[in-house]
């Protein structure tokens, strides 16, 4: 009888094994554990799959990750659709963030387009100029960069990052000759200003992608979690940003959540996946084959989890549910999508 055969690896030994399942135990195995009823799933994600008769087990620091093919309708466009509006103002592919709740700020977003900086890794070699924000009075106040800088970026992000009811305005702004930052800005004193910088990398032609602003840490206030150098050999750093500066309290070698050359930045998700009150990431190794799930314990970034894929993740990741019943969808370059959670219990 042939046998599937499914790599796994575990987070002490970092070792990769193989484990094997009969067609008949995958059968079983379907059955007795993930063959339910899917609903929709939350926008961005609206898609209605069934399961494939494929699935596998990956374990891994006491989390048993089970990884499911869907029958999804792989079109990027609907399996994955992108639920914000298009910005006005030039850019091809930007897009407005809008802010859910009490804030100073309602919306921001990136205009005039520029090809000063001809980078070219996300979608084509046009970037932006100048930074937008909506008022909750109606009013847009912008801010314009200097010609050595632009946002190599399609959207700003919007976030109480340090709780005192003004909304920060997280974006990727690069330097044409030093490379990628996180950058933060906001209001003061009714005008639009940088509130704090990671700095540049240091290089040009090197590249940030922004991956989850959560309360990773478990804190009041809310980090921002990126990937450096997604493309060749990326890690993962935390900045938390606190007194107005941001403050590197966390990292992790071995991810990339962008695949060069695409408008998608969404190769990461973020979720509460034990239920202890600081939020986890999901996101691509460094070759995009393996999805790690991370968070914080003890005050460093560790791996929970890992699943090794079929292919390379190339769309945005989706999450549905919380805490153990947390369900990571993934789509590949080969259009096969898979569904990955934690193995509940028998
Ligand atoms: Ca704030
Ligand atoms: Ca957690």
């Given at each position: 009888m042939r046998q599937l055969r499914y790599p796994i690896r575990s987070r002490q030994t970092q070792q990769r094994s193989t484990i094997a399942f009969s067609p008949a135990k995958l059968v079983h195995f379907v059955h007795s554990i993930a063959l339910k009823k899917v609903r929709a799933w939350s926008?961005?994600?609206?898609?209605?799959?069934?399961?494939l008769g494929f699935s596998a087990l990956a374990v891994s620091a006491g989390n048993e990750w089970v990884i499911q093919r869907l029958a999804a309708d792989?079109?990027?466009?609907?399996?994955?659709?992108?639920?914000?509006?298009?910005?006005?103002?030039?850019?091809?592919?930007?897009?407005?963030?809008?802010?859910e709740g009490r804030t100073d700020i309602l919306k921001a977003w990136y205009t005039e387009p520029t090809t000063r900086y001809g980078h070219g890794i996300l979608g084509d070699r046009i970037e932006a100029g100048t930074l937008n924000v909506?008022?909750?009075?109606?009013?847009?106040l912008s801010l314009k960069l200097s010609d050595t800088e632009?946002?190599?970026?399609?959207?700003p992000r919007l976030a109480d990052l340090d709780g005192d009811g003004s909304t920060e305005v997280i974006t990727i702004r690069s330097s044409l000759s030093a490379g990628a930052s996180v950058t933060v800005y906001g209001l003061r004193d009714g005008a639009l200003i940088e509130k704090a910088t990671t700095g540049f990398i240091g290089r040009s032609n090197r590249w940030l992608n922004i991956a989850g602003i959560a309360r990773f840490f478990g804190r009041k206030t809310m980090e921002i979690a990126f990937v450096r150098t997604p493309?060749?050999?990326?890690?993962?750093?935390?900045?938390r940003f606190e007194n107005g500066r941001l403050r590197q309290v966390a990292s992790l070698d071995g991810f990339s959540n962008h695949q060069i050359g695409s408008r998608e930045m969404r190769l990461s998700a973020i979720a509460d996946v034990n239920g202890n009150g600081r939020m986890e990431l999901a996101l691509p190794s460094d070759s995009r084959a393996v999805l790690r799930i991370v968070g914080i314990s003890?005050?460093?970034?560790?791996?929970?989890?890992?699943?090794?894929?079929a292919a390379r993740i190339d769309k945005a990741i989706g999450v549905k549910g919380t805490g153990n019943s947390t369900r990571f969808i993934v789509g590949l370059d080969n259009s096969e999508v898979y569904e990955i959670s934690q193995k509940g219990p028998e």
């Open positions: 926008l961005p994600f609206a898609f209605s799959v069934g399961f792989v079109d990027d466009t609907s399996v994955f659709a992108e639920s914000r509006q298009r910005a006005p103002g030039g850019l091809p592919d930007g897009l407005i963030t809008a802010y909506r008022l909750p009075n109606g009013n847009d632009v946002f190599e970026d399609r959207y493309h060749i050999g990326g890690t993962l750093f935390i900045h003890e005050g460093n970034l560790i791996e929970l989890g890992s699943v090794d894929l």
